[in-house]
Nanobody, 125 residues
Framework: QVQLVESGGGLVQAGGSLRLSCAAS????????MGWFRQAPGKEREFVAT?????????ADSVKGRFTLSRVNAENTVTMYLQMNSLKPEDTAVYYC?????????????????WGQGTQVTVSS
């Protein structure tokens, strides 16, 4: 079983930065692909970024060049960071951390097996 806990959300002005963290615990979590998704009010949840077990990343076009995803692997835990720069009001959403029982990342929600509770990010104009 894997548990995911997000932190780092908050209110920021447009152009500002935030760093989200996801603490993942589980015996084999260091070998799991992970990712971030977000859901804005009235919209479907969408892919943001993903990372494989060794740190290779992929991003949605809407965040490419502004967001940076990384992870730190330990024995039974992983901490994943999403550094968000040059934030825009359209980045406002609840951000969800996700993990999947495979080495590689993915861009589809259905490919992920574990989810966090979400953290709110609000960007004011």
């Amino acid at each position: 079983q894997v548990q995911l806990v997000e932190s780092g959300g908050g209110l920021v002005q447009a152009g500002g930065s935030l760093r989200l963290s996801c603490a993942a615990s589980g015996r084999t979590v260091r070998n799991y692909g992970m990712g971030w998704f977000r859901q804005a009010p009235g919209k479907e949840r969408e892919f943001v970024a993903t990372i494989n077990w060794k740190g290779d990343t992929a991003y949605a076009d809407s965040v490419k060049g502004r967001f940076t995803l990384s992870r730190v692997n330990a024995e039974n835990t992983v901490t994943m960071y999403l550094q968000m720069n040059s934030l825009k009001p359209e980045d406002t959403a609840v951000y969800y951390c996700a993990a999947r029982t495979g080495l590689y990342g993915a861009t589809s929600q259905s490919d992920f097996d574990y989810w966090g509770q979400g953290t709110q990010v609000t960007v004011s104009s």
